[in-house]
């Protein structure tokens, strides 16, 4: 054990401190994932996931685990569901949306509507690219996690009905966190992950679409065999199995942090993150800390907070590590600039006021001259 170190406090976006009925559901049972037993504990995840979305009517969408993280599950939805010739819009504002891009261009003829991170979604353009040319899906994050700023899927999706164009919605990071109203805001596919705001281990994704839209995948040529998305559909409706071997203990965990989502209640939960998340903002803004982004709506996930002009982040991590948190910095422009809080696992506002009394004390250690007295 001791080989590794110790236990750190996580508070960045993924991973997360698991509860320890998470933790305890991973050696459970053991029972052989072509029998019954995992059939239903399959069928279970995709009531629950189905669920703690939201969705009015479950009988008309469905909801897959993908085996890899959550660019597994995006990958999956964007290598299966575009027709041959048809073409992508990918909305980026921060590194997830650039990702997506990536992703897609492997597979589609693709087209970046590019931003500078955390600048809003410039809806103007969109709308006029979509007036002019023909798309077959729109793709999009909605909680940059890079920045902590939630995107307008309710403007987008409406943007998307208007001219009869799919959208596919990444929530790898807001998913349990950031209420979405599938239907009301016209997503056809969402993607989400284990590790993060559900809370479980990292090592799933989950696909979420509309019955109607998996079922027509059937009619596509298959572009990759592993990460075909109609596969686990079509698994999952005939046999409520995986294709493959599935990662069974992880699949357990994944079952119990969706079981505490609900049973905690969603509306409760969510109002316990937003809690969380203005808390940090307000125990930043107390200490004359700024705020990467004041004007846009942030997530109930990550607050990204400026670091004071002079401080390393190296050391400001390095130092924070020995006080037992862990916290990620900015990525791109961001590098060096910022350090990201989120409070998505097993975190309360007495660890985020520890938090930001560890914080006190690496800013105090880091500004002091050294050898003062030397
Ligand atoms: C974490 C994350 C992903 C996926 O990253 P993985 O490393 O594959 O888990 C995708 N999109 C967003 C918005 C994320 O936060």
């Not at 019954?36 to 703690?52: C, I, M």
């Not at 679409?209 to 999952?236: M, V």
């Not at 940090?280 to 990467?292: F, I, P």
Request: overall charge negative; charged content about 25%.
């Amino acid at each position: 054990m001791d080989a590794y170190g110790k236990s750190y406090h996580l508070l960045c976006p993924g991973p997360v401190n698991v509860r320890p009925e998470v933790a305890a559901a991973l050696t459970s049972w053991e029972f052989c994932h072509r029998e019954e037993e995992f059939s239903a504990l399959l069928e279970n995840v995709q009531r629950q996931a189905l669920e703690v979305a939201g969705v009015r009517n479950p009988e008309a969408w469905a909801a897959v685990v993908v085996t890899g993280s959550g660019t597994a599950g995006n990958e999956s939805v964007l290598a299966t569901v575009v027709p041959d010739g048809g073409r992508v819009l990918v909305l980026a504002n921060g590194e997830f949306g650039e990702r997506l891009f990536r992703v897609s261009s492997v597979y589609n003829d693709t087209v970046v509507l590019e931003h500078d991170w955390a600048e809003p979604l410039d809806l103007e353009r969109l709308a006029g690219m979509l007036r002019e040319q023909e798309f077959s899906l729109v793709a999009m994050v909605h909680h940059e996690t890079s920045s902590g700023v939630l995107n307008p899927v309710e403007d987008v999706g409406a943007l998307c009905r208007a001219h009869g164009v799919r959208l596919f919605v990444d929530m790898v990071s807001s998913y349990s966190a950031d209420p979405l109203d599938f239907e009301a805001c016209g997503v056809t596919f969402a993607s989400t992950s284990s590790g993060k705001a559900l809370a479980s281990y990292p090592g799933l994704a989950l696909v979420m679409g509309r019955r109607d839209a998996f079922e027509a995948l059937g009619e596509l040529r298959p572009r990759n065999h592993y990460l075909n998305l109609y596969r686990y559909y079509a698994f999952l409706r005939d046999k409520a199995q995986t294709p493959n071997t599935p990662a069974v203990p992880l699949i357990l965990a994944l079952d119990r942090a969706l079981s505490l989502a609900l049973a905690e209640g969603m509306p409760e939960r969510l109002e316990r993150l937003a809690h969380l998340a203005a808390h940090v903002r307000r125990r930043a803004c107390e200490r004359g800390l700024r705020l990467l982004v004041e004007d846009q709506p942030l997530s109930n996930v990550v607050t990204s907070v400026m670091l004071p002009a002079g401080v390393d982040f190296e050391r400001f991590r390095l130092a924070l590590r020995e006080e037992g948190f862990v916290v990620y910095g900015g990525k791109g422009p961001f590098d060096g600039r910022l350090f990201q809080v989120s409070t998505i696992g097993d975190v309360d506002e007495a660890l985020v006021d520890a938090f930001f009394e560890a914080v006190d004390r690496v800013l105090r250690l880091i500004a002091a001259p050294t050898r003062l007295h030397a």
